[in-house]
């Protein structure tokens, strides 16, 4: 008997759970890609304005990385995305030490993927500099723990391209989103605000 009535409330409820879930999905769809990239926008914007990122750097991931791993396909900003959460990882334990360990203290960062024809898929990233090692270090020690990660797979002409960092001129936001309507994505696994 408890079972029937437990059944009973849960047939009752299940309804309502997705009209719920729908009305999620319906204000979702309501909010065209335009809007979600304004708010987006304003979100880092802001970011930028408390002191943000000052270190725009890109790294591009070899395709015998994902051959060597056996993860190619064509949509592979999966592979990109677990190679970088390695990496900056590794990057957050050197930086940080215990507290990155104790507290997940990590350095603030916005992480785009994007993926072209002649490039190949690499990421754009825009990273807060720790105080105590200044933009120069901190893009020396990213790259070359990028370098020890991916080096390897690297062809001789491809080398120099592998991570780029350089001082933050322009509008860094911009150049690194360009492509957001057209197939680049914001790596939420891999940006700390």
């Known amino acids: 008997m408890a079972d029937a009535s437990c059944a009973t ?4 409820q299940v309804p309502a ?18 809007e979600h990239r304004i708010f987006i926008r304003d979100a880092v914007r802001d970011w930028l304005r408390q002191g943000g990122g000052d270190l725009p750097a890109t790294m591009h991931l070899p395709r015998r990385v994902q051959a060597a791993f056996g993860r190619f396909c064509s949509n592979d900003e999966m592979s ?17 030490r215990a507290q990155y360990r104790r507290h997940g203290i990590r350095v603030s960062r916005l992480v785009v993927l994007e993926h072209q024809q002649t490039v190949g898929w690499h990421a754009h990233l825009l990273l807060k500099s720790p105080p105590e090692l200044g933009a120069f270090r901190t893009s020396t020690m990213l790259s070359s723990l990028w370098h020890e990660q991916v080096g390897e797979f690297a062809t001789c002409d491809f080398d120099d391209r592998l991570y780029w960092a350089g001082p933050l001129t322009g509008d860094y936001f911009s150049y690194a989103t360009k492509y957001l309507d057209r197939g680049s994505e914001i790596d939420w696994n891999n940006t700390v605000l």
């Open 9 to 12: 409330r849960l047939a009752q």
């Open 17 to 34: 759970i997705h009209t719920v879930a729908q009305r999620e999905q319906n204000g979702r769809e309501q909010m065209a890609w335009p």
């Open 80 to 96: 990109l995305s677990k190679e970088l959460r390695h990496c900056l990882n590794r990057f957050d334990r050197k930086v940080h």
